[in-house]
């Protein structure tokens, strides 16, 4: 479990409140292989295939952006992929809870973070049937004092707009938020937001992959309150 001393947790500025914004899948759930088997198994039903490569480059995204691209211009209807959508979620649903994969040290870092005075949302462009399993199974709804999910927006990543919606939510200005993200669109989504990035390099992804990020970590486990409040004051000051 991660720890922190007194000075490490109140070593953040205290005039003003600090908040970190969480992507959902794969930063609190390691929901990789759900949603890539979820996903294939959909492409599979249209006969038209899904690569491992294909879904990792649009990792990141609304649902129903990923299906508009792939197969949605000039082979489905808008109420056909919004079917389309609620059948492939409703699948990831079903191969994660078998076994739900939480992220190491989420939840930890989740109780530290809130310990310390931090606000804290989830920003994932999944619905909020999907984020609130992964809160659920998590213990983490009394942590949590922000859900903002793909039903809040209207642009997915490297859109920012999750980003800014969640901070508008919270009540904390953009350049006083962390953004702890996975994908490639999403490190660029908190860059546009003007948060500091932090990327966790999860299955599917490299450090190169996720180097626009102002932190690249490789475990949860490596955060903590004070280093997250000394990337967020790098920036201001």
């Not at 039903?45 to 000039?74: C, M, N, P, Y």
């Not at 984020?131 to 004092?145: H, K, M, N, P, S």
Request: net charge negative; aromatic share 6%; charged share 25%.
């Amino acid at each position: 479990m991660t720890t922190n001393s007194p000075t490490e947790v109140h070593s953040r500025p205290t005039d003003r409140p600090l908040a970190v914004i969480f992507d959902m899948d794969g930063v609190l759930v390691d929901s990789y292989r759900a949603h890539l088997q979820s996903w294939q198994f959909m492409a599979d039903e249209l006969g038209k295939g899904l690569t491992e490569a294909q879904f990792v480059a649009t990792f990141g995204r609304t649902s129903r952006e990923i299906i508009a691209e792939h197969w949605g211009a000039d082979f489905l209807t808008r109420e056909e992929i919004a079917d389309f959508d609620r059948r492939k979620e409703a699948l990831y649903r079903q191969l994660v809870i078998q076994d739900f994969p939480v992220m190491d040290g989420a939840i930890e870092l989740i109780g530290d973070l809130h310990a310390a005075g931090f606000r804290l949302a989830v920003g994932s462009s999944g619905p909020p049937e999907n984020v609130a399993l992964a809160v659920e199974r998590l213990d983490a709804a009394r942590f949590f004092d922000v859900l903002v999910t793909g039903k809040d927006v209207h642009r997915g990543k490297p859109d920012p707009q999750v980003f800014l919606v969640a901070a508008e939510r919270l009540g904390v200005p953009p350049a006083d938020c962390a953004v702890v993200e996975d994908a490639p669109v999403g490190i660029l989504a908190a860059n546009a937001a003007k948060m500091a990035s932090i990327a966790l390099v999860s299955t599917g992804h490299t450090p190169e992959s996720v180097s626009d990020a102002r932190l690249v970590v490789r475990t949860l486990r490596e955060l903590s309150p004070a280093r997250i409040a000394a990337l967020i004051g790098s920036r201001i000051h």
